[in-house]
């Protein structure tokens, strides 16, 4: 459950995490530092990257150059594909502990869900987290049966499911499901990589409240209680997509965002995608 006044959410284990933060896809390591730098000055105390980014250096750059504490900020990476099974997954979390210049991580997820090794995958995460090296362990891109296939073999429940996450893609069944299992739901691309900034429907809420089409998109998020990352370099725009805690969306406009949905994935499908 996201509480509004301090923007953050209870995961399944007891940890607590913001409801917000910045994604770093696509961003090379200085503009990763400099973004990551931008944000913290700005509010933000989560950060998204992974080892398949390749900007694990910069993130800890960036966090360590800001001043801030390490024990205020939220830090997520990810084991990618090809680093899978029981070892590879223990080597590349070393790997990315190590880029990033950090003793610990606050939340590793299985970027997608390779079917012949991601059980053991888990594994390896469950040991990450019991030895206390990771203070949670959850997936990405992972469909309702993924996760049931999950729980059924394994022993610590995932905290967070990271999925594909916007107006055009809701995400309904997945959203049902994780919240009878008390998994949080985490939006990537939660602007459709910028592409649903010239909606109209969009637009024309952003003008009845005074807002960016960003604002409206971001702020839906925050009210569905999806955790949501919006990736920006732009100093301003890392500003505007936080300012979404001064309005609210009423029903009847949560409803029309909602009605958007095309079930339009900008990526691949988790079931029939090329995992190299
Ligand atoms: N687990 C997974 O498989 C995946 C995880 N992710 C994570 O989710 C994060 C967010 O997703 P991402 O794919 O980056 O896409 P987003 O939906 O966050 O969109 C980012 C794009 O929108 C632009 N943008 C951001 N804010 C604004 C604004 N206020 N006004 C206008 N344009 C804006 C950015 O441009 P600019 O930078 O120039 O401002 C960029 O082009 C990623 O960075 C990554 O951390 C993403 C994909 C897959
Ligand atoms: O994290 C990621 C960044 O975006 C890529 C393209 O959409 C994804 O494939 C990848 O999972």
């Known amino acids: 459950m996201i509480d509004h006044l301090q923007d953050t959410v209870t995961l399944n284990n007891g940890v607590t995490m913001p409801g917000f933060g910045l994604g770093v896809y696509k961003v090379d390591e200085q503009t990763a530092a400099d973004s990551v730098k931008a944000a913290l000055k700005n509010g933000y105390r989560s950060i998204d990257t992974a080892s398949y980014y390749d900007n694990e250096a910069g993130v800890g750059r960036g966090i360590k150059e800001s001043g801030i504490s390490r024990e205020s900020i939220f830090v997520t990476s990810k084991v990618w594909n090809d680093e899978q099974g029981y070892h590879n997954t223990l080597e590349a979390f070393e790997n990315s502990l190590a880029k990033l210049g950090l003793d610990y991580l606050d939340l590793y997820l299985i970027h997608w869900p390779v079917s012949d090794t991601y059980l053991e995958t888990w594994q390896a995460m469950e040991k990450l987290y019991e030895e206390g090296r990771v203070r949670a362990i959850g997936v990405s891109n992972f469909h309702v049966h993924h996760l049931q296939r999950l729980m059924a073999n394994t022993r610590v429940k995932p905290v967070i499911d ?30 459709k990589k910028g592409r649903l ?53 009423a029903n009847e ?24």
């Open 253 to 276: 406009d949560m409803q029309k965002i909602d009605s958007l949905n095309q079930n339009d994935r900008t990526g691949k499908n988790p079931d029939s995608f090329d995992p190299s």
């Open 197 to 249: 900034l010239d909606d109209p429907s969009i637009n024309d809420l952003a003008e009845k409240y005074g807002k960016t089409p960003a604002q409206i998109i971001l702020r839906w998020d925050v009210q569905n209680h999806v955790v949501t990352i919006p990736k920006s370099t732009h100093d301003e725009r890392i500003k505007e997509n936080a300012s979404i805690f001064d309005f609210a969306l």
């Open 162 to 191: 990271q999925v594909e996450y916007h107006p055009h893609l809701t995400q309904e069944s997945l959203r049902v499901f994780c919240e009878q299992e008390n998994i949080q739901l985490e939006a990537w691309s939660p602007l």
